[in-house]
Structure formats: structure tokens, C-alpha cells
């Protein structure tokens, strides 16, 4: 059967030019970076090649970039390595009710560990208002972190403007950038971060690797106690072939991010368009150009996320509802609640995410097939049928 894959914020699949890239890392390429001889240096000029790469993706210095296993990785040490280092300034963290879970449980870890996180709100967009960040900002407040992009709804926060509040009352400031990295615009010094998220699996790299930019001069506390490696912030043999991809990945995207924009609001739009025109009772969940390129969420009522994703898939199309991290349990989003998304178009809530491989096509089958999708399920449903009674 042929599928279509529409989750690229779920993960992407690797570009063969990246896997070309890599395949000598694990073969004759093999050395470990931190070794003197032949093998060794090899190794660790890949890695160097990869974290210019990298770091030119965002106007940053390549010493600047610390490798790490993921973007669930980068966001735990952003949070507890600045958390861990400047407790003395005080034990105030802000950040907001929308972000990834690998923030959010970090968070609820360190109040654990006697921290107080503040999280705050969003508007039914999902936009972050950056007076709500000033106004929670605290003489013991040591970190602000707020997602670049989110990654269910694809709203693009208020980074510079969060950013400059945060600058102008010496507060270092996170963001996890894990959906936007390669995708979007990045200019670390123009948005004012310190801290900033990457995963690779998310731009057509390979998974288990990504990164953290930490501003030159950031006080944040080592993420692996071990070996001298990245700057003896993670000490642990590197990943070379995983970097190596990495930064091939980061280098494609850097190349095409304009064009692969233009082509993807075009169908972003015309398929959140013709959605809404074809099915009754649904909506856009998120904003209408604030929003990440290959992004689409609507929650068509009357009908359970789950139950449309399972006869997507056996029409071949592969979707989400809310993120693939929660999808296992029956609860609504935490992104789509906390944007006061009422529970019955919350549960009904899917997530289409498009990426490089997708064209015009899937989007003609996609509306081909949805519309009589929810139909069917709907019919089993006596809410919608009172409700098409009373019109
Ligand atoms: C996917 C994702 C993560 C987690 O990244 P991994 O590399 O899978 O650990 C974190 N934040 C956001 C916004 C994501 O989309």
C-alpha cells in the first residue's frame, strides 16, 4: 500500500545524503575523538566540521554547541545544569503550560528538589504574552524557558520580545527550538537566548542525537559527570557518526529552509482550507500564520482523535493526534486545554505535519478521504445526531 507519511513532528526519515555522510563512521572512520593518533584526529574533525555546521544554522560560535543524545537531553541540562549553578541567585524558574514534556518534567523534578516553577498561560492561539513573562520575573528568578515553536499546535512564540525582557533583567533565558531548528529562521543573538534546544531526528537527521547552544559565559552545571568531552560538560565517548549526520542534516536544511518554506505554507493552507469547507463542525486549532510551515492541527467534534487516526491508517496516511508522546493515554493535550480548547473538540483533535517528501497529491487524498471518515464515525455518534436534529 502506498503511505503517506504527515507526522514530521513526530520524527522525520533520514535524507540519503546524510546517511552517505555517515556510513564511513562506522566503518574504516571508526576512531574515538579523543585519542592522539590518525583514527582519532579523523574522527575529531568530523566533529568539529559538524558543530560549524551546526552553529552557522543559528549565528552562533561552534564552541558554543555542546552535543547531547536528543532534544529530551538538551532540555534537561538547560534546565537543571543553569537550575544546579545558580541556586544561589535563588530557586525561581518561569515557564509555560505548553512546552514538550521533557521541560515540564524537569521542572517537576527540580520542585521537588525545592525550586518554584511558575507556569504560565497561553491565549487561545497558544501565543505566550511576553508582559505576563516580565510580570512573573522575580528578584530569585534564574531561568525563563519557553518553546521556540510548539509542537502540537505549531504556534511560534514571541522568542525576541521574550527574549529582550529577559536580557534587560539579567534573567538567562531557554528555549527549546527542537520543532523550529532547520525549519525556521534562528539568529541566537537577534531572539536573545542563552540556551537553545536541537534534536536531530526532527530535520531529516538520525535519532539519539541533537544539541545544546550555550551562550559563551552561561553559568550551567556539567550534564554528565565523566571524561573531558564537550568541553567537560558531557563527558561520554561522542557520537561521531550521529554528529556527523547531525551536521549534514543541519547543513541541507540551512541550504533550502527558504524554499522548503514557500512550498510548504501553500499546502499547509490549502489543506486547513479545505478541511474546514468540507467538514462541519471543525476548527483550527493554533494560529493562522504564526504558525510553523508544515504544521496543521483541527479538532473536528464528535469524533475521537483515535478512532480517525486508526482509519487513516488503514487508508495508508500516517497522522497524530496531540503528540505522539501522550497519544497512548485518552486524555485531551495539555496544549490544547491549557489554550481553553473545549474537552469535545479537544478529543477530537488531529494532527497533520507536513514535511520534504510530501506534494500537492497527499493533500488531494487526504481531503479525499477524511471528510468520509468522520462522517462514518460520527454516524455512530447520538451527540451529533441531536445536534444535526436541531438544525
Ligand atoms: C521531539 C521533541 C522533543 C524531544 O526530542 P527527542 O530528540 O525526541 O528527545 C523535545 N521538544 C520538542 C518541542 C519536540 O518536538
Redesign the pocket.
Same mark, same amino acid.
Do not use: I, L, R, Y
Given at each position: 500500500m502506498k503511505r503517506i507519511y504527515l507526522d514530521h513532528?513526530?520524527t522525520t526519515p533520514m535524507r540519503p545524503e546524510v546517511i552517505e555522510e555517515m556510513l564511513p563512521y562506522f566503518r574504516e572512520k571508526f576512531g574515538n575523538a579523543s585519542t592522539l593518533y590518525f583514527y582519532g584526529r579523523q574522527a575529531k574533525e568530523a566533529l568539529n566540521l559538524a558543530r560549524e555546521r551546526v552553529a552557522s544554522v543559528i549565528n552562533a560560535e561552534a564552541s558554543e554547541i555542546v552535543f547531547t543524545s536528543? /532534544?529530551?537531553?538538551s532540555?534537561n541540562f538547560a534546565i537543571a545544569g543553569v537550575a544546579w549553578a545558580n541556586q544561589k541567585k535563588g530557586r525561581h524558574i518561569i515557564t509555560t503550560s505548553i512546552e514538550?514534556h521533557?521541560?515540564l518534567n524537569i521542572c517537576k523534578f527540580l520542585e521537588k528538589r525545592g525550586f518554584e516553577v511558575t507556569y504560565l498561560t497561553v491565549d487561545g492561539y497558544g501565543l505566550v504574552n511576553p508582559q505576563d513573562v516580565k510580570r512573573a520575573i522575580r528578584k530569585d528568578t534564574l531561568l525563563i524557558s519557553v518553546?521556540h515553536a510548539?509542537?502540537e499546535v505549531g504556534t511560534i512564540e514571541p522568542i525576541e520580545e521574550i527574549g529582550e525582557i529577559a536580557k534587560e533583567k539579567g534573567v538567562y533565558f531557554h528555549t527549546?527550538a527542537?520543532?523550529t531548528f532547520g525549519h525556521i529562521p534562528i539568529d541566537v543573538n537577534k531572539l536573545n537566548v542563552d540556551l537553545l $534546544?536541537v $534534536?536531530a531526528?526532527?530535520l531529516y537527521g538520525p535519532?539519539g542525537v /541533537?544539541c545544546l547552544y550555550i551562550r559563551k559565559g552561561t553559568r550551567i552545571a556539567p550534564f554528565l559527570y565523566g571524561g573531558d568531552q564537550e568541553d567537560k560538560r558531557r563527558g561520554s565517548t561522542e557520537n561521531v557518526a550521529g554528529i556527523v549526520g547531525f551536521g549534514k542534516a543541519a547543513e541541507l536544511a540551512k541550504e533550502e529552509m527558504e524554499e522548503e518554506i514557500k512550498r510548504l505554507i501553500p499546502l499547509r493552507d490549502r489543506l486547513i482550507k479545505q478541511i474546514l469547507e468540507k467538514i462541519k463542525y471543525s476548527r483550527l486549532n493554533g494560529h493562522s500564520t504564526k504558525r510553523l510551515p508544515g504544521n496543521v492541527n483541527i479538532s473536528i467534534e464528535f469524533v475521537e482523535g483515535e478512532s480517525m487516526l486508526i482509519q487513516l491508517d488503514m487508508k495508508g496516511i500516517c497522522a497524530s493526534s496531540g503528540s505522539a508522546c501522550t497519544s497512548s493515554i485518552l486524555e485531551p493535550s495539555h496544549v490544547l486545554t491549557a489554550m481553553g480548547v473545549p474537552a469535545e473538540a479537544a478529543y477530537g483533535s488531529l494532527r497533520f505535519s507536513l514535511g520534504r517528501d510530501n506534494s500537492s497529491e497527499d493533500i488531494d487524498y487526504v481531503l479525499e478521504v477524511l471528510p468520509g471518515i468522520a462522517e462514518n464515525l460520527r454516524a455512530m455518534s447520538p451527540l451529533y445526531q441531536e445536534r444535526k436534529n436541531k438544525e
Open positions: 513532528a513526530a536528543g /532534544g529530551t537531553e532540555d514538550h521533557a521541560v518553546m510548539n509542537n527549546d527542537v520543532q $534546544s $534534536s531526528h526532527k535519532k /541533537g
